[in-house]
């Protein structure tokens, strides 16, 4: 499976942005997808994450409120609607699939090593 995120850009505090994780080479469909971003200077961090179906979603308490991680297996894609967003949402950020297919803890998803593929990160910028 390869995964292109893409829609990152440059953007003024509180307002929005969408990013599109587009997978290539497998469907995805059965997949849990996640975002993670690295902040300038720092590390790795779970974002958001979704079942495969859709039914359950997962959120650090930063993003909370302000994000929002769908997936559209018909399309192959995932993304993260961001909003309100703060300087401190700078970050590259990168889309991941998780192969399991049970439920699974805010904190399984939470961790970096449990996804199966990557994509290559986008960059969001915030400015004040």
């Known amino acids: 499976v390869q995964l292109q995120a893409s829609g990152g850009g440059l953007v003024q505090a509180g307002g929005s942005l969408r990013l599109s994780c587009a997978a290539s080479g497998r469907r995805v469909t059965g997949y849990a997808m996640g975002w993670f971003r690295r902040p300038p200077g720092r590390e790795r961090e779970f974002v958001a994450a979704i079942h495969w179906n859709g039914a359950r979603s997962y959120y650090a308490d930063s993003v909370k409120g302000r994000f929002t991680i769908s997936k559209d297996n018909a399309k192959n894609m995932a993304y993260l609607n961001m909003t309100s967003l703060k300087p401190e949402d700078t970050a590259v950020y990168y889309c991941?699939?998780?192969?399991?297919?049970?439920?699974?803890?805010?904190?399984?998803?939470?961790?970096?090593?449990?996804?199966?593929?990557w994509g290559q990160g986008t960059l969001v910028t915030v400015s004040s």
């Open positions: 991941a699939a998780d192969t399991v297919t049970a439920y699974r803890s805010t904190e399984y998803y939470a961790r970096s090593g449990n996804y199966d593929y």
